[in-house]
């Protein structure tokens, strides 16, 4: 019963925040690469935000930077990604990921475990 489970996905309008959470069961995330990615309609998906070292290494996507962070809560085996200043091609499923070892920026691909996804919505 390993799982991944996003929540906090809304409608919101252009200029406002999210914070959407991913909480994780049956394994711990410290010593994990956990992973933010999203799907547009009609897009391919994109890694958004990494997080690894238990929380002391990031990498963000070019669209993302400087307004999005990543985050660890450990005692609660729960990442979190913050999001400002939302803009309307923010609008995609967001999903959570979990892999081993290895190298951990937005261009991983190969996660062992995945979420449901959870909408962001932004309107203008």
């Known amino acids: 019963q390993v799982q991944l489970v996003e929540s906090g996905g809304e409608s919101v309008q252009g200029g406002g925040s999210l914070r959407l959470s991913c909480s994780a069961f049956?394994?711990?995330?410290?010593?994990?690469?956990m992973a933010w990615f999203r799907q547009a309609p009609g897009k391919e998906r994109e890694g958004v935000a990494t997080i690894y070292n238990g929380g002391g290494g990031t990498d963000y996507a070019d669209s993302v930077k400087g307004r999005s962070t990543i985050s660890l809560d450990i005692v609660k085996n729960t990442m979190y990604l913050q999001m400002n200043n939302l803009k309307p091609e923010d609008t995609a499923i967001y999903y959570c990921?979990?892999?081993?070892?290895?190298?951990?920026?937005?261009?991983?691909?190969?996660?062992?475990?995945w979420g449901q996804g959870t909408q962001v919505t932004v309107s203008s």
């Open positions: 990921a979990a892999g081993g070892g290895g190298y951990c920026d937005v261009y991983r691909r190969d996660f062992s475990f």
């Open positions: 049956r394994f711990t995330i410290s010593s994990l690469c």
